[in-house]
């Protein structure tokens, strides 16, 4: 995520505005699988649609308190991985990239 491409984990929790950026993108990554048809879903298993979706839902919790360290592993762990995924859906289904993931 370009967010957070040259940051350590001690900078990105010093940084309210890349929390807030990453927060707000993770977030609405949750809300788009929210909104794909469950037969797109079903055709790509491997993908865990579900705990993306509630990706906002763990990250903010306890009167709205961000888990820093989860908001991070997703950043350099999953969204890597996931990004992956949709090109390859995205190949798939026919679809060009413009190479935004």
Known sequence: MRYTADL?????????????????RLA????AVKGLPEDFRARYPEIPWR?????RDVLVHEYFRVDLELAWEMVQTELPRLARQVRAIMAAEGYASDGAL
């Open 51 to 55: 705990s993306i979706a509630g990706a």
């Open 8 to 24: 350590t984990f001690q900078d990105f929790a010093a940084n309210v505005e890349k929390q807030d950026a990453v927060v707000r």
């Open 28 to 31: 609405v990554i949750g809300e």
